[in-house]
């Protein structure tokens, strides 16, 4: 757990849910139509500057991650293993000081023969 310096504040960002239209999928149709597909990302890092100035500068930018998702969402890959794993690795490289990460990469209504919500990989660093 991370925990703020004096104070022992644990800190999430969290990004729920967030929405795109992308081409992941092992099958032709997925390729050409594209499917439905939810990100969240849970991070944990410390944050505790940003509590004390109310600077931007001293947290992370939401917009910022929600770009970096987009962008590698943008990338069609056949698993969403795969691209969780993309977006695992860029959000570390970019920001080290995270503590802790969970990238969820949920594609709705897949393609399985049946009626299903959705089917979803849950990577955690």
């Known amino acids: 757990m991370n925990k703020g310096s004096e104070r022992g504040v644990t800190t999430k960002i969290v990004l729920d849910t967030m929405r795109f239209h992308a081409f992941h999928g092992v099958m032709q149709h997925e390729k050409q139509v594209g499917n439905e597909f939810e990100v969240s990302l849970t991070l944990e890092v410390d944050v505790t500057a940003a509590i004390e100035s109310d600077s931007l500068a001293d947290t992370i930018n939401y917009a910022d991650l929600y770009a970096l998702v987009q962008a590698e969402m943008a990338i069609p890959s ?6 969780g794993g993309r977006i695992l690795k860029r959000i570390k490289a970019e920001y080290p000081g995270v503590s802790r990460l969970e990238v969820r990469v949920a594609k709705l209504q897949p393609p399985v023969g049946g009626v299903v919500k959705s089917a979803e990989v849950v990577l955690t660093l």
């Open 78 to 83: 056949d698993l969403i293993e795969h691209v």
